[in-house]
């Protein structure tokens, strides 16, 4: 093969893999259940050991670093005071989960970030859907610039209705400050790493999820990851196109 060949092979793009597959395959669908019908399976917390095997008990220090503390208390929390986030608490949290951690590079394609992506590809996005003001910043559709750490008004608009609609089932979510939604765009990692690297971005948003969760107690902050969000309705309120970028996951934050 030519080399021009070789590189529009490396560039293109197949929409109907086994990635969109499964992404298109496991929308969410909502359901109601009786809380006494909740099954035990799904309560029962299942551990692995070998207990005919030795036991060496680990030496663990008693919270000596600050992150130590941060781990032990991280804790996903759904009930939010009426006080509000400000924006420098938004910038802190946003910077130090997502920003970039080598801006003296001079070069800005050797930039790497507060998490770790697989061959440094960086798929994923950050949106805010604000529900309150924070700071002079009204309610709205907000992106995160990574490049230059500011957010990016998208759209003024009051996201309170749609939310019901955004994240249904769970009402306990209008009383935070915002939304965070975490999108994907595969083709970043999957022009490198092929129908591999659907594996790695959502390896990279549980890395990104727990910086949310670590930064949101260290500013004493209240987080909550949100797997029950309805794809098809944040796709629309994003803008998304729904075939290179789509939203992966979410979080809700207030205080
Ligand atoms: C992928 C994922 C999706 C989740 N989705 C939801 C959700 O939709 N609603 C919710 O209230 N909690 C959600 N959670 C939070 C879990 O319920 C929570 O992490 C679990 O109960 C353990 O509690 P902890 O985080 O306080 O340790 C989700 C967590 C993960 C990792």
Not at 93 to 103: E, Q, R, T, V
Not at 183 to 201: E, L, Q, S
Request: proline share 3%; with cysteine.
């Amino acid at each position: 093969m030519k080399n021009k060949e070789i590189y529009k092979k490396l560039l293109s793009y197949d929409p109907i893999d086994i990635g969109s597959l499964f992404y298109n395959k496991t929308k969410i669908k909502f359901f109601k259940l009786k809380k006494n019908k909740i099954p035990r399976t799904w309560k029962r917390i299942y551990f692995k050991i070998y207990p005919r095997f030795k036991q060496i008990k680990l030496k663990v220090n008693n919270n000596s670093f600050e992150i130590d503390s941060l781990l032990i208390n991280r804790k996903s929390l759904r009930i939010f005071t009426k006080r509000k986030i400000t924006f420098k608490e938004l910038s802190n949290f946003l910077f130090f989960s997502a920003g970039i951690n080598n801006k003296k590079t001079i070069n800005i394609n050797e930039s790497r970030r507060m998490y770790p992506s697989a061959g440094a590809r960086y798929p994923l996005e950050i949106y805010l859907i604000n529900l309150k003001k924070i700071g002079n910043n009204n309610e709205g559709i907000y992106h995160y610039n990574v490049k230059w750490n500011t957010i990016e008004l998208l759209k003024e608009e009051n996201c309170k209705k749609i939310l019901s609609k955004v994240i249904p089932n769970q009402k306990w979510i209008s009383d935070a400050d915002t939304v965070l939604i975490i999108t994907a765009v595969f083709n970043r990692t999957n022009i490198k790493y092929k129908d591999r690297g659907w594996r790695y971005i959502y390896i990279e948003a549980g890395h990104l999820g727990q910086n949310f969760y670590l930064n949101a107690e260290k500013l004493k902050l209240r987080c909550c990851a949100i797997g029950g969000f309805d794809d098809n309705i944040v796709t629309d309120l994003l803008r998304l196109d729904n075939e290179n970028e789509v939203p992966i996951y979410a979080f809700v934050l207030g205080k």
